[in-house]
């Protein structure tokens, strides 16, 4: 499946880098969203985007940062995590909001 | 807040036993959706209920959406090894579209 696409697939970075997620998705969805998958909390939604405006952001801490310059591309900017940040980052978009959601293969982080 | 239950968290069943796990809500759901995710994959969409009552099946798999619109479940028949993985359910809520996700329940095939 090629739908949507993550890039990198894993990283692993220090608490003090600053790195990017990148979601593409080839679908001609409106909606898109990053989830967080760790073995404590296994599928929290972190953001929603639809039509290219944020209508979610679920308590997420400040140093996760979303960007959706166009409906197709989906940004997640890190900077100075923490190691209980390691995780799987899931991309996912439907069409529109509360449709079925097609998900990307996930970019595994870790945070040394 | 709104919030799925789902139950159990693991599922440990022979080759050939049926499977089942369940979602319940605290409040009336427009909709449910139902997704795998094999070992080490991403979760994939595998039905979405609508109606009070509605019954659905896809080969051995059930699914099922309370006459209350507050629970759902799926049940397996005769499991096979293709069916390892995560099942998650994941209900609509009516003011603002968004989805709410139960925790899982992964099943495991004993040797």
């Known amino acids: 499946e090629t739908g949507v696409t993550q890039t990198p697939r894993h990283l692993v970075m220090g608490m003090t880098n600053k790195k990017s997620l990148k979601c593409e998705q080839h679908l001609g969805h409106n909606a898109m969203y990053w989830y967080k998958q760790s073995a404590k909390k296994p599928l929290e939604l972190m953001f929603v985007y639809n039509f290219k405006e944020q209508t979610e952001n679920n308590s997420v801490p400040s140093r996760f940062s979303p960007e959706c310059p166009n409906s197709s591309h989906l940004f997640l900017h890190l900077h100075t995590l923490q190691p209980e940040d390691s995780a799987l980052y899931l991309c996912a978009s439907s069409q529109d909001e509360g449709n079925e959601q097609f998900f990307g293969p996930g970019t595994r982080l870790t945070v040394l | 807040g709104q919030q799925v239950m789902q139950i159990p968290q693991y599922q440990h069943v022979q080759e050939g036993e049926d499977f089942t796990t369940y979602c319940n809500s605290s409040?009336?759901?427009?909709?449910i959706q139902w997704y795998k995710q094999r070992p080490g994959g991403h979760p994939v969409f595998l039905i979405q209920l609508v109606k009070s009552g509605e019954v659905k099946k896809q080969k051995r798999l059930t699914f099922q959406f309370g006459e209350a619109k507050k629970n759902s479940s799926l049940h397996i028949t005769a499991t096979q090894t293709t069916d390892v993985g995560t099942y998650f359910c994941?209900?609509?809520?009516?003011?603002?579209?968004?989805?709410?996700w139960g925790a899982g329940t992964k099943l495991i095939i004993k040797p």
């Open positions: 994941a209900g609509m809520r009516d003011s603002n579209y968004q989805l709410i």
């Open positions: 409040t009336t759901l427009s909709n």
